[in-house]
């Protein structure tokens, strides 16, 4: 019997759940600095959202799926919108579950993805990214949105095979510095469009008619998940 094949399988398996060394600090502070940069200016932010809008649409995606409704598809669109469809009772609380999941999902996956980095889950982050934009990409209905995950999920796999562990160490810490601190912007530029008179059906008026809970509230959560996010994740980055 060739033991080759479980032979490696068990070795692959040790090394996606096992730890890697932590980054020296400075390359913690980098990976921050870096993703300050992509989130913060107007030119770039309208770029790196597609990113987030992914991990929005996513969010909706898996509670819709956990909560048992049906996920008929998900559209991104070029101008970082973009659309989940799931079928189901139109009320109830599966459905204001994934309302709500779009603007939480990604602190909550960055500080998620904070917590495997304090535990030195370098690889094991990666790979779980990787499935995640894969299972993703399934349910993806349109040329702009499979082309935007392919990319992204594409650079995923690159750095989880060709790199080196100092390589991925930094690649990972930046997606989730980025996760963290963009997953704050959004709610408060929705905020300011609704203040213009924009924006009437976005997440948080589809939460207030579900639960007759006032927009402002629903705000206030997703600032308040996003502020603590940061907070909370950022000190395990750090260390601190």
């Known amino acids: ?54 991990a929005h649409e996513g969010g909706h995606g898996l509670v819709a799926l956990l909560t048992g409704r049906t996920l008929t598809g998900i559209r991104l669109h070029s101008d970082t919108s973009g659309l989940t469809v799931s079928r189901g009772k139109p009320t109830g609380i ?66 989880s095979w060709l790199a080196g562990p100092q390589v991925q160490a930094a690649f990972a810490y930046a997606v989730v510095w980025f996760l963290l601190l963009g997953g704050v912007r959004p709610a408060f530029e929705l905020q300011a469009k609704r203040a213009r008179g924009g924006a009437g059906d976005s997440d948080a008026d589809q939460l207030s008619r579900l639960t007759h809970v006032p927009v402002g509230l629903w705000f206030f959560l997703f600032h308040a998940v996003s502020l603590c996010s940061l907070l909370g994740g950022g000190r395990w980055l750090l260390g601190l």
């Open 94 to 159: 599966g459905m204001i579950l994934t309302a709500a999941a779009g603007y939480t999902a990604p602190p909550l996956l960055g500080l998620g993805g904070a917590a495997l980095l304090g535990a030195g889950r370098i690889t094991l982050l990666l790979w779980l990214a990787t499935v995640l934009l894969v299972a993703m990409l399934i349910m993806i209905r349109n040329a702009y949105g499979a082309l935007t995950v392919l990319l992204t999920g594409g650079t995923f796999v690159l750095v």
């Open 1 to 54: 019997m060739d033991s080759t094949a479980p032979a490696s399988f068990a070795s692959l398996w040790d090394e996606v759940t096992g730890t890697q060394p932590d980054p020296d600090l400075w390359v913690v502070v980098a990976t921050l600095a870096a993703a300050l940069v992509v989130v913060t200016p107007h030119g770039l932010w309208r770029l790196s959202r597609n990113a987030v809008t992914i």
